[in-house]
């Protein structure tokens, strides 16, 4: 490795000193690496080294840095006022506008001017670093090294290898990557390498689910925040993340894969940016802000209605136990016949399918059925929210009744239209789905996709590790459904799912 990472005298370059800059400065300071700072805008460096020093002011105040902490970074950070002055640095960081050609240039701008085995790397989060390095005289010394907004807090980095990358230079930003306190996982060069590659399941599905009409954008937040256990619901992330960054990836990444299925953006998201509707930022997304909080969405109040007796599908024998349990601790007759009673409240617990296909399965009427939810589990005391699926011919007696059935527990409850799927199971699938198809590509090992997926995106396991939390048959069977259902490309399982899932073992099980 030509560039000694641990070195004490390590010095790399900075150019672009915007928020991403300011980041990787601050923690590379903070790291004992010497810091170049550098910005084309007059000013802009010398700004941004007043706003790391403050920024690690703040922290020695709180305590969380000595004093003495404070003065080695702040003396590690200084500004250059010309391009040149960067030929001492061993690794130069680009963080400027995300344009291919700025950056081509800016790069070949640098050849000039820095040592042979001087690392050329870039921040860029969704572009090629095969192009970028290809425009330069020396490609095999240039690699993606992609952290995220804000880096400090981000503790995740990713190492882009393009394909003309030389080997040494993804092992010294690995390194370079865990000196600076960051997990650091390697990736191919490929389009959204991991995190904005995995992202493509959770929002674009949700959107999918509000276009189809089967329930309000509030009730797939609470689902996914209660039932699936999400930080937040996907409109609330694209409220807070702005239509105006999300909904161009959606729609580079889509492209960028040749209009791959799994990623196909919805005309919603586009036709709300069109409308400047884009989130907090604007006062108005999905939500209206007051102060910077979102408004109070309608929740459903539970109806005084109770059913006469309750018929439980066997299709799942062990969900069907739970059910019967809630009903008879409602104090709800429960039947045990092969075949409900002309009145009976008919519940049915899906896997993938729409409840409309399971009542026509089952010689069920579909006026008396209701699907419900088990997959995330149902317990009483152990499920924060149930949700219920009604088919289109569904009574409203039949519906309340089951409400008031699921409810009585004091389990908050949402009522959906038929989705195959349900809401929480088909968007898991999911993202399930493409965090396995990251893995048979040979993007990054499985251990490094859940590692970036849970850092970068603060969901609750990473998608290979929900694959096995929930069962890679069961996840299978969802996708499977679904596919079979609409028809859709969209939901074709991925073959690393498939093959593990039909061998029984963790979807985390590299190939030997």
């Known amino acids: 490795m030509p560039v000694d990472i641990q070195s004490p005298s390590l010095c790399i370059g900075i150019v672009g000193t915007g928020a991403m800059g300011r980041g990787i400065a ?11 700072l550098f910005d084309a805008l007059h000013g802009a460096a010398a700004n941004a080294r007043e706003t790391v020093v403050g920024t690690l002011g703040k922290l020695a105040g709180k305590g969380k840095i000595s004093a003495e902490a404070l ?23 680009e963080a400027i506008v995300e344009n291919l050609d700025v950056k081509k240039q800016l790069f070949q701008q640098l050849e000039d001017i820095i040592a042979a085995d001087c690392i050329l790397a870039t921040n860029t989060s969704s572009l090629s670093v095969t192009s970028l390095a290809a425009a330069c005289k020396r490609p095999e010394r240039v690699g993606g090294f992609h952290f995220f907004n804000p880096v400090p807090l981000m503790k995740i980095v990713e190492v882009i290898d393009g394909l003309l990358t030389a080997p040494w230079v993804c092992e010294a930003l690995l390194a370079l990557g865990r000196r600076m306190g960051h997990t650091a996982v390697a990736a191919r060069d490929t389009p959204g390498f991991i995190v904005n590659h995995a992202g493509r399941g959770f929002a674009t599905e949700a959107l999918r689910i509000l276009g189809e009409g089967v329930t309000d954008f509030w009730e797939i937040d609470r689902i996914m925040r209660e039932v699936a256990g999400f930080r937040m619901g996907p409109f609330e992330l694209l409220d807070l993340t702005g239509l105006d960054v999300s909904q161009p990836v959606m729609e580079s990444i889509y492209h960028q894969y040749y209009e791959e299925p799994r990623y196909r953006p919805s005309a919603l998201a586009a036709q709300r940016l069109a409308g400047g509707l884009l989130g907090r930022k604007t006062g108005r997304g999905f939500y209206t802000y007051a102060n910077g909080a979102p ?11 109770r059913a006469t007796s309750v018929w439980v599908s066997q299709t799942h024998p062990e969900w069907a136990d739970v059910v019967r349990e809630i009903a008879a601790a409602a104090g709800v007759k429960v039947e045990t016949d092969y075949t409900p009673s002309a009145d009976a409240l008919c519940i049915v617990t899906p896997l993938g399918a729409d409840i409309t296909t399971c009542c026509v399965g089952k010689g069920l009427d579909p006026r008396n059925a209701v699907g419900i939810d088990c997959l995330f589990g149902i317990s009483a005391g152990k499920s924060a929210r149930r949700t219920l699926m009604t088919t289109p011919l569904t009574t409203a007696a039949m519906r309340d009744a089951a409400h008031a059935l699921f409810a009585a527990d004091g389990t908050p409850v949402t009522v959906i239209r ?14 399930v789905n493409i965090g396995c198809d990251i893995a048979q590509q040979r993007v990054a090992n499985p251990a490094d996709i859940d590692r970036a997926v849970t850092l970068g995106l603060a969901y609750p396991k990473g998608p290979l590790a929900f ?9 299978l069977t969802i996708l499977e459904a679904m596919q079979d259902f609409y028809g859709d490309p969209r939901y074709r399982p991925s073959p690393w799912l498939k093959r593990r899932a039909l061998l029984g073992v963790s979807l985390l099980t590299e190939e030997t």
């Open 418 to 431: 038929d989705s195959a799927g349900f809401i929480a199971q088909r968007i898991v699938a999911c993202i």
């Open 467 to 475: 694959g096995d939390a929930l069962g890679a048959r069961n996840v």
């Open 26 to 36: 601050q923690i590379a300071a903070q790291a004992g690496i010497r810091v170049l």
């Open 295 to 305: 408004g109070a969405m309608p929740a459903a109040a539970v109806p005084s209605a």
């Open 71 to 93: 003065a080695a970074a702040t003396a590690k950070l200084e500004v250059v006022p010309r391009l040149d002055e960067l030929a001492s640095a061993q690794v130069i960081i």
